[in-house]
């Protein structure tokens, strides 16, 4: 089982890049906020329109899904699970056993 106490913020940056399946739309992993969150980008979607401070749409930006890492026992937060990233995050925890 993936827990919190086997990665650090560097591994976790390791999966920006990556392409996963989320609520059966194609995304790319394209940040990690503030050490527990990860960013996915759809890749082939309709565009959000994005409003000003004042509420007002005047352009569109792709659509993104933020998701915690862990949940608040440590463990793999289950919307990444459901996301197939369980198998990146143990196939980084390999390689930290084997030091590389």
Same mark, same amino acid.
Request: aromatic residues 4%.
């Given at each position: 089982?993936?827990?919190? @106490?086997?990665?650090?913020? %560097? $591994?976790?940056?390791?999966? !920006? =890049?990556?392409?996963? !399946?989320?609520?059966?739309?194609?995304? %790319? *992993? *394209?940040?990690?906020? @503030?050490?527990?969150?990860?960013?996915? #980008?759809?890749?082939? +979607?309709?565009?959000? *329109?994005?409003?000003? #401070?004042?509420? %007002?749409? $005047?352009?569109?930006?792709? *659509?993104? /899904? !933020?998701?915690?890492?862990? @949940?608040? %026992? =440590?463990?793999? $937060?289950? &919307?990444?699970?459901?996301? =197939?990233?369980? /198998?990146?995050?143990? &196939? !980084?925890?390999?390689?930290? +056993? /084997?030091?590389?």
């Amino acid at each position: 089982m993936v827990t919190k @106490d086997k990665f650090s913020s %560097e $591994h976790l940056l390791t999966l !920006i =890049g990556q392409q996963v !399946i989320y609520q059966n739309q194609q995304c %790319e *992993i *394209i940040e990690l906020l @503030d050490g527990c969150q990860l960013v996915l #980008q759809v890749l082939k +979607s309709d565009k959000n *329109i994005q409003a000003t #401070q004042y509420g %007002e749409g $005047h352009r569109t930006v792709p *659509i993104t /899904h !933020i998701l915690t890492v862990f @949940d608040g %026992e =440590g463990f793999l $937060h289950s &919307d990444l699970a459901a996301a =197939g990233l369980e /198998h990146l995050l143990l &196939d !980084i925890c390999k390689q930290l +056993s /084997h030091g590389n």
